[in-house]
């Protein structure tokens, strides 16, 4: 048997709400929760940093608000969530602790990990959180999300959130232990499906529509899910989440489809940045910096002498030597107006020029791709 989740660095699990919360009375399935994070334990201790996205502040809420059950108008289900939300937390933090790991909560909404600012943002406080052996549990901010701005279900924010910190696995804890040829309630004949190397219009027929039997979100979800994760360089896992201890389930040979990616998350990620995005600046450095750079260095303010463009924070911006080559493409840490009051300075002076503290480097080596040939 394989374990899918060998040399793993970063897992990202979706947990839905049917599975944390009993229908019937709209608690907290405690004890399948512990099994959860146990497993998580397990994969920390392997080496692997591990964030969940969790679903189930809505179910927990509305009990406690007293609302009916049916469709919830739009303000009662963020009403419920913002009750919910804070039982939610208190679970995980209470149960983590059992284990030894701290939980913290994120509450994102989709701009977080679209708009770039906001997006470097949210990746510099999550890469924070996970290198200093927490576990972020993440939910979408429901309270202030209206239609417009929701990621609408937490497959596609379980993605989003893969990609945008470029994790090698997702595992999508579902009520169906993976993707069949047809929905398998409807037809008798439908088969499971091990193994997606690409989501082809075979793939997508095979989802159907996102009602069907599967459960909130859908497979239609799940299939959004996973060609945004696979773009991003990471292998997603399809699983029934409602066994006991459903990660290490998988490993002992728990049915499920794993959808893999072709490239890594590095080179997804390098792709997206010299080949996706376009360049709103141009940095041009001394001969240190790019020495530096060659070596795989981040670019301090220090080394830079000129600035040009209108870029913002976390834009894409050129990296070119004094005669004009281009050296790099990367996500500048600071806009145009700020990058040029910090340029050719040492990065202690920072936030005496600024008045705030930023970060460091101007463009941190995880943002920067090497792009000039022979350099
Ligand atoms: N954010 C919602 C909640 O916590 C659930 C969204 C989903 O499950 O897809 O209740």
Redesign the pocket.
């Known amino acids: 048997m394989t374990d899918v989740f060998a040399g793993a660095r970063l897992v990202v699990v979706k947990v839905?709400?049917s599975l944390l919360v009993d229908g019937a009375k709209g608690e907290l399935r405690r004890a399948w929760l512990t099994s959860l994070c146990a497993d998580v334990a397990a994969l920390k201790q392997a080496g692997a940093k591990v964030i969940l996205v969790s679903?189930?502040?809505?179910?927990l809420g509305r009990r406690l608000l007293g609302l009916p059950s049916g469709a919830l108008r739009l303000e009662e289900s963020q009403a419920a969530?913002a009750a919910?939300q804070v039982r939610l937390a208190e679970a995980y933090a209470d149960i983590f602790a059992g284990f030894g790991i701290v939980a913290a909560q994120v509450l994102l909404t989709f701009g977080d990990t679209e708009e770039r600012r906001r997006y470097l943002n949210a990746r510099a406080t999550l890469t924070t959180l996970i290198d200093l052996g927490a576990v972020p549990v993440i939910?979408?901010n429901?309270t202030v999300a209206t239609a417009e701005i929701r990621f609408g279900?937490?497959?596609r924010l379980g993605a989003r959130v893969a990609s945008m910190m470029g994790a090698d696995r997702l595992v999508l804890l579902s009520d169906v232990d993976g993707l069949y040829t047809a929905d398998p309630g409807l037809d008798p004949a439908a088969a499971h499906i091990p193994e997606v190397t690409a989501i082809t219009p075979e793939i997508e027929a095979m989802a159907g529509d996102s009602i069907s039997g599967f459960g909130?979100?859908g497979m239609a979800s799940k299939v959004i899910a996973a060609r945004i994760a696979m773009g991003a360089g990471c292998d997603v896992i399809l699983a029934r989440g409602a066994v006991e201890a459903p990660l290490s389930a998988i490993n002992k040979g728990a049915r499920h489809t794993i959808f893999r990616a072709s490239l890594t998350p590095a080179a997804a990620r390098k792709r997206w940045i010299a080949g996706v995005l376009r360049a709103e600046g141009v940095l041009v450095i001394d001969d240190g910096a790019v020495r530096a750079l060659t070596d795989g260095k981040s670019l301090l303010p220090a080394g830079i002498r000129q600035v040009d463009g209108r870029f913002e924070r976390g834009d894409a911006v050129v990296v070119k030597s004094r005669d004009g080559r281009e050296i790099a493409r990367g996500l500048a840490a600071y806009g145009a107006t700020d990058a040029e009051r910090i340029a050719g300075k040492r990065t202690v002076e920072i936030e005496a020029i600024l008045g705030y503290r930023g970060r460091d480097e101007m463009i941190h080596r995880d943002d920067l791709v090497l792009t000039g040939n022979g350099q």
């Not at 679903?55 to 179910?59: R, T, Y």
């Open positions: 839905g709400s679903s189930g502040s809505i179910a969530a919910g939910n979408e429901d279900d937490n497959d909130r979100g």
